[in-house]
């Protein structure tokens, strides 16, 4: 049966026809299945560095939300010394944080998401640690934990944003003349309120070791 068929093809002329016909149609396929798997991976790469930057935007923003917490709780703590009242500590907390409702999560890289969305997580646990302070410690010595954890905070945030502009292709952060130093601010902030916490803990831990010598002086006597 197939041998009649070709053999059909050949007497009506038809074989050589689809010689002719049958590459090109091939090669017009190649080339519209090419085409369509370029465009296809534009739009992916488009989509995935509008994604990627919608959470670097969102995550700049939070790390200026945080540095103006820094200044309000800097005040709060002065005012409150000046006043003699706690009433401006009201509301100095670590400010709330969450990604765009309406982002594709499945356009950015799975390694990238999953350090984003510890982000909010780790945020969530700091609230818990202030909000023990604030409930069983001095409420001045709050003002000094916001500020420090609103610092901490800004610069992962920034660092988190960073990375996700870099692994996706999105364009640099260019912070305008009031964020320029924003990074370089909080890194100096950090560094030198952790030099002061590391000093007080080297104090308390002396002054306990000389009343415990102390005591066991008089405990000789």
């Excluded at 902030?189 to 066991?216: C, G, M, P, V, W």
């Amino acid at each position: 049966m197939a041998q009649e068929w070709l053999e059909y093809l050949k007497e009506s002329g038809w074989l050589d026809v689809l010689k002719v016909v049958g590459p090109s149609s091939v090669i017009s396929v190649i080339i519209s299945i090419g085409w369509n798997a370029w465009r296809d991976a534009g739009q992916r790469k488009g989509d995935r560095k509008e994604a990627a930057l919608s959470v670097a935007l969102s995550l700049e923003s939070y790390a200026r939300i945080c540095r103006a917490m820094m200044h309000r709780a800097d005040w709060a703590s002065d005012e409150a010394m000046r006043t003699n009242s706690y009433q401006p500590i009201s509301g100095v907390k670590l400010p709330d944080f969450s990604f765009p409702d309406k982002l594709e999560w499945k356009w950015l890289k799975h390694k990238v998401t999953s350090e984003l969305r510890e982000f909010p997580a780790t945020l969530h646990s700091t609230r818990e640690f202030l909000g023990s302070v604030g409930e069983y410690g001095d409420p001045m010595e709050l003002c000094d934990e916001v500020e420090f954890e609103c610092a901490k905070a800004a610069k992962q945030a920034l660092e988190l944003a960073r990375m996700t502009r870099r692994k996706h292709g999105a364009v640099p952060w260019k912070p305008g003349a009031k964020d320029s130093d924003l990074e370089r601010e909080l890194s100096d902030y950090i560094t030198r309120s952790e030099e002061k916490r590391r000093t007080l803990r080297e104090r308390h831990k002396q002054f306990a070791a000389d009343l415990k010598a102390e005591n066991a002086l008089t405990d000789q006597k």
